[in-house]
């Protein structure tokens, strides 16, 4: 049954998530944008409050909540800073979650626990210059050496927190014949020989996440940082990313509220001939419509998450809800711009960062094309053709 009522855990979750992005994120949001800093303080702050490790059990060093509770955060979070919410995101959804579920003992000592208690940042390596949406395509190679070690070579691109990481998953060729069951994936040091980053990305928006390319040269990985099994690494990949999808979809939808709220805000202080905007219908029928919509995308959202806490199949609902919400996130930032007339582009008013925020949810994590592929391929396993 789809899960809209929030519990009283999940409530006290939001509430502490809202007042720490009021208080600590949002006054220092158009700063960040403009100078394009990352966020180190807070980041580390979202680690102590157990922001970053949110779903992990606390036997790993978690906060053992569930993926409501993690939806729920993330949307307050992105509602004032889509940039700090994508690097809570990657962290939690694609770094703690792949290493939780896929990793042995010994990884998730050495690498999970600092991880979810935010004394480490992770990174996800999939994406390349040739191997974007067609993410099996990868070129990065790893050759095992005769004391059981790797040897990686090759670039990653367009890496979440690529500069500012501790730990990366580093996806790669390990037998090229056998195509993506020939991808392992491997978990990378910071400061590892060989591997080095390249510059910040200067981005339309999410300015201050830190977005780079990486290189490989000879990167000696240790046999133990294998994560799952040899040539299982792009179904962990995959696995991973019907999660973090889940992740961009509520940071979507955190955007979309923030944009929401700040154009009812200004159509009530806005007169014109005397009264405030809002008591014009051409408003009113705008700030409808993106209510609507953002209604639904919380829908979506929150069943994704429900499933996944019901560890039911979630594909086709977490790819549903990143594909509305990320559209949702757009429209909605659009018409609050619109709202604000000539002051909704400039940087004063928030609304031009929404708006260049949300653009990239439609992007990242699987582009609106590839939640369409997803979402038909589960539709045909269902109804059959
Ligand atoms: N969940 C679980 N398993 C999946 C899956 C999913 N969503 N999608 C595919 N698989 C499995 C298949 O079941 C299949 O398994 P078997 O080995 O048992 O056969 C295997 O993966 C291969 O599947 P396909 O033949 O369907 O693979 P494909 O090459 O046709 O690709 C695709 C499918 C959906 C297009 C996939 O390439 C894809 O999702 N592309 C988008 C990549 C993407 O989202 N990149 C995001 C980069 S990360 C990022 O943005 C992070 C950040 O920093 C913010």
Redesign the pocket.
């Known amino acids: 049954m789809l899960q809209l009522e929030l519990t009283e855990m999940q409530e006290m979750i939001r509430d502490t998530a809202r007042e720490f992005a009021q208080n600590e994120v949002a006054p220092s949001a158009i700063e960040r944008d403009i100078k394009g800093e990352f966020p180190a303080e807070i980041v580390a702050k979202l680690g102590e409050l157990g922001f970053l490790g949110m779903m992990v059990s606390p036997e790993w060093g978690g906060a053992g909540l569930d993926a409501v509770s993690y939806v729920v955060a993330m949307e307050e979070i992105s509602k004032v800073d889509a940039s700090v919410g994508?690097i809570m995101s990657?962290n939690n959804s694609?770094v703690c979650w792949a290493l939780e579920t896929f990793g042995t003992d010994d990884q998730k000592e050495r690498f999970l626990r600092p991880l979810a208690s935010g004394q480490k940042l992770g990174a996800?390596c999939?994406?390349e210059p040739e191997a974007?949406?067609?993410?099996?395509n990868q070129n990065t190679a790893a050759t095992q050496n005769d004391d059981g070690s790797w040897t990686l070579n090759g670039t990653k691109n367009?890496?979440?927190n690529g500069t500012s990481a501790d730990v990366y998953l580093v996806y790669a060729q390990t037998n090229r014949e056998l195509g993506?069951?020939g991808i392992s994936a491997f978990i990378v040091e910071k400061g590892a020989p060989g591997f080095t980053h390249g510059v910040k990305e200067d981005k339309l928006g999410i300015r201050s996440s830190d977005t780079c390319s990486l290189q490989f040269q000879d990167v000696r990985v240790p046999a133990e940082n294998v994560l799952g099994e040899v040539g299982r690494g792009?179904?962990l990949a995959?696995?991973t990313?019907?999660g973090?999808r889940i992740g961009i979809a509520s940071q979507a939808l955190g955007i979309a509220q923030g944009a929401f709220e700040a154009a009812v805000a200004y159509s009530k202080e806005r007169k014109v001939l005397g009264k405030p905007i809002a008591d014009l219908q051409a408003i009113q029928f705008k700030l409808a419509d993106m209510a609507t919509k953002i209604a639904a995308a919380r829908a979506l959202v929150y069943q994704a998450a429900s499933k996944k806490d019901k560890h039911e199949r979630f594909?086709k609902e977490a790819s549903m809800a990143k594909l509305f919400a990320s559209k949702t996130a757009v429209e909605v930032a659009l018409e609050a711009v619109q709202v604000h007339g000539g002051y909704g582009y400039v940087r004063e008013y928030k609304v031009e960062r929404y708006l260049r925020d949300a653009k990239i949810t439609e992007i990242?994590?699987?582009t609106s094309e590839?939640q369409h592929?997803?979402i038909a391929?589960e539709l045909q396993k269902e109804f059959g053709g």
């Open positions: 994508v990657v694609l996800y999939l994406s974007g949406s067609d993410a099996r367009w890496i979440t993506h069951k792009f179904n995959m696995e990313l019907n973090g594909v990242y994590e699987g590839i592929i997803v391929r």
